[in-house]
């Protein structure tokens, strides 16, 4: 594994996010934060209303400029992230879960604390000089985020339908060179 789980879920959780954001529809319903919230496994206040879908929202741009950033605009970044929440990094365990990193009270706003968590999450990309792990989507029609966590390094795509296009475009190309 190369950064550890609750490293490797916060930066799944911050790409779904922004990636999100270009769909044509997007996050738009409580409902579909309560499944984000459940799917990557937050704890802590939720108070899945539209008010905070609209705070959630609201730092999709920040988190694709911390994710796109070169290695040392994203230490800027990361620090302003952390200085503003007032972050204080601390030791907890709880629901079955061995001893990892909270650096934000848990009856903080979700959006504060996705920004918290991502910004947490992305020390150890820095720190481990792995930004590469990070990229733009390599489909031409695409500004999706990929976050690449294969031993190889060789995902290339955000999402299958990205993948796909590309295969069928590249496939149609062999055909018709023959």
């Known amino acids: 594994m190369v950064f550890a789980h609750d490293t490797a879920v916060s930066l799944q959780a911050a790409v779904t996010l922004v990636n999100s954001a270009l769909e044509p529809v997007g996050m738009t319903t409580p409902e579909e934060l309560d499944d984000f919230f459940a799917d990557y496994g937050y704890t802590g206040r939720h108070d899945g209303d539209e008010a905070e879908l609209a705070q959630v929202r609201a730092v999709v741009p920040r988190l694709r400029e911390v994710l796109t950033a070169r290695r040392d605009d994203a230490v800027?970044?990361?620090?302003?992230?952390?200085?503003?929440?007032?972050?204080?990094?601390?030791?907890?365990?709880?629901?079955?879960?061995?001893?990892?990193?909270?650096?934000?009270?848990?009856?903080?706003?979700?959006?504060?604390?996705?920004?918290?968590?991502?910004?947490?999450?992305?020390?150890?990309?820095?720190?481990?000089?792995?930004?590469?792990?990070?990229?733009?989507?390599?489909?031409?029609?695409?500004?999706?985020?990929?976050?690449?966590?294969?031993?190889?390094?060789?995902?290339?795509?955000?999402?299958?339908?990205?993948?796909?296009?590309?295969?069928?475009?590249?496939?149609?190309?062999?055909?018709?060179?023959?």
Request: include cysteine; glycine fraction near 2%.
């Open 76 to 178: 800027d970044l990361l620090n302003a992230m952390l200085r503003e929440a007032s972050a204080v990094p601390q030791l907890r365990r709880h629901d079955g879960l061995d001893w990892h990193v909270h650096a934000i009270d848990q009856d903080r706003p979700l959006a504060e604390r996705i920004l918290v968590e991502t910004a947490m999450a992305m020390i150890d990309v820095v720190r481990a000089d792995e930004m590469s792990r990070l990229a733009i989507c390599a489909d031409e029609t695409c500004e999706g985020v990929v976050l690449d966590l294969s031993r190889n390094r060789s995902k290339r795509f955000c999402s299958v339908t990205c993948g796909n296009r590309n295969a069928v475009a590249a496939y149609r190309a062999r055909q018709s060179s023959t």
